[in-house]
Nanobody, 121 residues
Framework: QVQLVESGGGLVQPGGSLRLSCAAS????????MGWYRQAQGKQRELVAG???????NYADSVKGRFTISRDNAKNTVYLQMNNLKPEDTAVYYC???????????????WGQGTQVTVSS
């Protein structure tokens, strides 16, 4: 089994910054894609940013130029640096890891517990 633990959410004023972290632990052979998603109240969950194990990244148009995703493979951790935050960024943020626990195992997507980000003055 694999567990993902998120940290770094909170309340911030518009224009402020936050850094989210998501660390995986457990039986891990390889982690391919890591990502951050968010779900605002009354809306569907959407992809915010993703990163492959080769370092290729992709972002939602709404966060390009403001958010940066990165990963530390030695720590099985993905980060999301969020700058110039806007009220519309308010949501619960979830991380995901695509994990292969052993060489012959299939890839399984694991999710973090979610962390609330609120942008308000």
């Amino acid at each position: 089994q694999v567990q993902l633990v998120e940290s770094g959410g909170g309340l911030v004023q518009p224009g402020g910054s936050l850094r989210l972290s998501c660390a995986a632990s457990g039986l891990i052979f390889k982690i391919s894609h890591m990502g951050w998603y968010r779900q605002a109240q009354g809306k569907q969950r959407e992809l915010v940013a993703g990163i492959t194990n080769g370092g290729d990244t992709n972002y939602a148009d709404s966060v390009k130029g403001r958010f940066t995703i990165s990963r530390d493979n030695a720590k099985n951790t993905v980060y999301l640096q969020m700058n110039n935050l806007k009220p519309e960024d308010t949501a619960v943020y979830y991380c995901s890891h695509n994990v292969q626990s052993r060489f012959f195992d299939p890839v399984i997507t694991y999710w973090g517990q979610g962390t609330q980000v609120t942008v308000s003055s």
